[in-house]
């Protein structure tokens, strides 16, 4: 054979392996590649939207649009005037409510007083009756001696039952005085604590966003006055298909390159897996019971944690365009943060 033909074999035997390695690689699953990578990426943050829980004049605005402050950084201050006014009210309905008892408590001290002295009278009472009983009987006393130890008898029961009803009466005002009480510190408590909401603080660390509050403008229970992003907790969401998430797992590895940082790399781990797509949480689903179907790859969500401790990750702002590669063959680590 010659070297000619032998060259044209070999050159048919390395066409047919290409052929038969490029229908192995366009017939193996998308998920089995070694790299799972997407454009539809992009920075994240859990925004914290500020607003008032009382209404009110805004009085003071501590910050400035993209300032960082941190945690507990005071932020807005709304005129707390009428609310000052409804805590001394609130205040002086517990004082007074207080002294009621203490007074109410010595009206019981006076009524059990009043009871023990009726007692006292009612025991004398029947004594002496029980003598001028004795009396009549043996012809040493008048029946004039006896009508008058009954009738006392009598006004003696009677003041004790009187003195026993005060008593009663006393002891059930108490109850209710302190049910009332109760009521009135509930209510002092709540003024209080929408006295405090006048004053409204930075509940996480982050940057001033969409600042809506003005001195002079009128705050409603509700109505954002600012956002807090926090640029420390970014995190990557990416929209990967479908077909590629078969072997991607909580803990992977990934490089994340930033379109607005070239040449820059970032490190990453996968955090967590959406639980549906995008579209099923659509107002308007897609029903593909009925009618002419046509099947659309859908894409889930993937939430990549960004590692610490990286300069470039600095430059990162929520909204910017990235595209993560997840090293599926990767070693699996936690996500947690140090």
């Not at 193996?28 to 829980?53: C, G």
């Not at 009332?180 to 603080?201: F, M």
Request: proline share 6%; aromatic share 2%; hydrophobic share 45%.
């Amino acid at each position: 054979m010659s070297s000619s033909s032998r060259f044209r074999i070999g050159a048919a035997a390395a066409a047919a392996l290409a052929i038969a390695g490029a229908v192995a690689v366009l017939q193996r699953h998308e998920s089995e590649a070694p790299w799972q990578a997407t454009d539809d990426a992009y920075v994240q943050a859990d925004l914290t939207v500020v607003a008032p829980q009382v209404a009110g004049i805004v009085s003071r605005v501590s910050v400035d649009d993209n300032q960082a402050v941190p945690a507990g950084a005071p932020l807005v201050e709304i005129d707390d005037r009428r609310l000052r006014i409804a805590v001394d009210a609130a205040r002086s309905a517990v004082d007074s409510l207080a002294a009621q008892i203490e007074r109410q408590t010595s009206v019981i001290g006076q009524s059990r007083a009043a009871v023990a002295a009726s007692a006292a009278r009612l025991r004398l009472a029947q004594a002496n009756r029980q003598r001028f009983d004795n009396l009549a009987r043996d012809g040493s006393g008048t029946v004039q001696a006896l009508e008058q130890a009954r009738a006392e008898l009598e006004i003696q029961r009677a003041a004790r039952e009187r003195d026993q009803a005060a008593l009663r009466a006393a002891e059930q005002q108490l109850p209710i005085l302190r049910a009332e009480l109760a009521r009135a510190r509930a209510a002092r408590a709540d003024a209080e604590l929408n006295l405090s909401y006048a004053r409204i603080a930075a509940p996480v660390d982050g940057v001033v966003a969409q600042r809506r509050a003005r001195v002079g403008g009128h705050a409603r229970v509700g109505e954002p006055l600012l956002t807090l992003v926090p640029l420390d907790a970014l995190y990557v969401e990416a929209n990967f298909r479908e077909t590629q998430l078969g072997r991607v797992q909580v803990g992977q590895p990934v490089d994340i390159a930033v379109d607005a940082l070239p040449g820059a790399s970032l490190k990453g781990r996968v955090e967590s897996l959406g639980p549906a797509s995008g579209v099923s949480f659509s107002p308007v689903p897609p029903h593909n019971a009925t009618g002419n179907f046509t099947k659309i790859v859908q894409r889930l969500p993937v939430r990549i944690r960004i590692l610490p401790g990286q300069a470039a990750a600095r430059h990162l702002r929520v909204g910017m365009s990235v595209r993560p590669r997840i090293a599926v063959d990767g070693p699996v680590a936690s996500t947690r943060a140090p």
